[in-house]
């Protein structure tokens, strides 16, 4: 079988360089290359040893077209401007393409959607198996639970983290909407300060921590009568996700236009 060419988009940040390492190390995988944004001191570096391989010949670049030249699929964990301009730019291409950057708007999840009629995509607030498993349990445990058990997600990053709540908290409230046949949109209830009142019954409530150097840990909590139900997922180690993308990157190889999620790469669906 022929190697999946691979590019990254923005290969000179922390998880690009781990994207780096990831592909270096997997059979079947090809670095095609990376670009960071324009201006940047760390363009015109080596890839390699930006991420601490040594040289590889391939120098950090700014120009995702040319990047696209010899990739057939792209991954990313930018921003959501950054990701949206480079992937309209993937999807004239058929370029495949993998998202695991979060904080998008209403408007931007729509213009992604319409990208996907073009190219496969993969996006995911979350890429390791550990939360794709724990997305379908919540999503089991709140349709075998009666609304009368409240459901709170709870979520601690580190200090640096812009968006919240987090992609994975999304991702997780998003789980126990449709295992309760809800919209969540309609049904969240989101930072509480001062008299509240009495929680909204049938709500998802959402808590955001932030602090320190944590990776990423989700709590989702079903609290009834006289008992609480807790299913907890605390990651560790940053290099979990860069092989949970790239697992879905070698996953688009073949795959028709289309939306795909974490769970459809894992079997899961």
Same mark, same amino acid.
């Given at each position: 079988m022929?190697?999946?060419?691979?590019?990254?988009?923005?290969a000179?940040?922390?998880?690009?360089r781990?994207?780096?390492?990831?592909?270096?190390?997997?059979?079947?995988?090809?670095?095609?290359?990376?670009?960071?944004?324009?201006?940047?001191?760390?363009?015109?570096?080596?890839?390699?040893?930006l991420?601490?391989?040594?040289?590889?010949?391939?120098t950090?670049?700014?120009?995702?077209?040319?990047?696209?030249?010899?990739?057939?699929?792209?991954?990313?964990?930018?921003?959501p401007?950054?990701?949206?301009?480079?992937l /309209?730019? &993937?999807?004239?291409? +058929?370029?495949?393409y993998?998202? #695991?950057?979060?904080?998008?708007? @209403? !408007?931007?999840? %729509?213009?992604?959607?319409?990208?996907?009629?073009?190219?496969?995509?993969?996006?995911?607030?979350?890429?390791?198996?550990?939360?794709?498993?724990?997305?379908?349990?919540?999503?089991?445990?709140?349709?075998?639970?009666?609304?009368?058990?409240?459901?709170?997600?709870?979520?601690?990053?580190?200090?640096?983290?812009?968006?919240?709540?987090? /992609?994975? &908290?999304?991702?997780? +409230?998003?789980?126990?909407?449709? #295992?309760?046949?809800?919209?969540? @949109? !309609?049904?969240? %209830?989101?930072?509480?300060?001062?008299?509240?009142?009495?929680?909204?019954?049938?709500?998802?409530?959402?808590?955001?921590?932030?602090?320190?150097?944590?990776?990423?840990?989700?709590?989702?909590?079903?609290?009834?009568?006289?008992?609480?139900?807790?299913?907890?997922?605390?990651?560790?180690?940053?290099?979990?996700?860069?092989?949970?993308?790239?697992? &879905?990157?070698?996953?688009?190889?073949?795959?028709?236009? #289309?939306?795909?999620?974490?769970?459809?790469?894992?079997?899961?669906?």
């Open positions: 022929s190697e999946l060419r691979v590019g990254i988009i923005g000179g940040g922390r998880m690009g781990m994207l780096v390492q990831a592909v270096q190390a997997t059979e079947g995988a090809k670095l095609a290359g990376g670009v960071e944004r324009a201006g940047s001191d760390l363009l015109g570096q080596d890839l390699g040893e991420a601490g391989l040594g040289k590889l010949g391939l950090l670049g700014d120009d995702t077209l040319s990047l696209l030249t010899g990739a057939d699929v792209l991954i990313d964990f930018t921003s401007a950054s990701t949206l301009e480079n /309209g730019l &993937a999807a004239q291409q +058929g370029c495949g993998v998202i #695991g950057t979060t904080g998008f708007s @209403a !408007e931007d999840e %729509e213009k992604i959607k319409r990208c996907a009629t073009y190219c496969p995509i993969v996006k995911a607030g979350n890429m390791s198996l550990g939360v794709n498993l724990l997305v379908t349990l919540v999503e089991q445990v709140a349709r075998a639970l009666d609304p009368s058990y409240d459901i709170e997600i709870v979520e601690m990053h580190h200090r640096h983290k812009v968006d919240a709540p987090s /992609g994975t &908290a999304l991702m997780l +409230g998003e789980a126990a909407a449709r #295992g309760r046949g809800i919209e969540l @949109a !309609e049904s969240s %209830e989101r930072g509480r300060d001062g008299i509240t009142g009495e929680r909204e019954p049938g709500a998802i409530g959402f808590a955001s921590l932030r602090g320190g150097d944590v990776v990423g840990d989700h709590s989702v909590i079903f609290a009834g009568g006289g008992e609480r139900i807790e299913i907890t997922h605390k990651a560790s180690n940053r290099q979990l996700f860069a092989n949970g993308a790239l697992k &879905a990157a070698l996953w688009t190889k073949g795959k028709q236009p #289309g939306l795909y999620s974490m769970l459809d790469v894992l079997g899961l669906t």
